[in-house]
């Protein structure tokens, strides 16, 4: 076994200290490791896939934080393709929220994720994907039957 010495802020270690009294922990290296090991595999399952997907992320962040809000634009202005929706939330005088929908192939999708998660600056960060099918379809409305048109319509996976 190896040991390692990580940094968190306290706000992360009452947290992890809540955790481990509400699930009856030993001790903190016992709750780090079953937290890694849920993460892994969370990241396993999700590795790999090229299927279309919707997806939420959600992160808070240190809006004083050095050229992150600069960071976090320019990444998403090179991913628009992805980036449907943003909610953007002031929670106190340091901290923003932003809820993000992306949509798009599940790998690249986790990969933006991840990218934005790892941001320094970024205190919490979490993506919630779901596989969807897309299909594309050509019709025209009522009002206008000689003008038809295409787009594409979601699916949620069954």
Do not use: W
């Amino acid at each position: 076994m190896q040991r390692i010495t990580i940094t968190v802020d306290d706000d992360l270690m009452d947290d992890l200290d809540r955790v481990i009294e509400a699930r009856g922990y030993q001790n903190r290296s016992e709750a780090i490791r079953d937290l890694a090991r849920a993460g892994i595999q969370q990241a396993a399952q999700e590795a790999g896939t090229n299927r279309d997907c919707v997806a939420a992320l959600v992160y808070v962040y240190d809006h004083k934080s050095r050229d992150l809000a600069k960071r976090l634009t320019h990444s998403f202005h090179d991913h628009h393709e992805m980036s449907l929706s943003t909610l953007h939330l002031h929670l106190d005088h340091d901290s923003c929220m932003e809820v993000t929908v992306l949509k798009g192939r599940t790998r690249d999708v986790q990969r933006f994720g991840d990218h934005v998660i790892a941001e320094r600056g970024v205190r919490y960060g979490r993506l919630f994907l779901v596989p969807v099918e897309v299909h594309s379809e050509s019709h025209s409305h009522a009002d206008e039957p000689a003008h038809r048109h295409s787009h594409t319509h979601v699916h949620r996976k069954r």
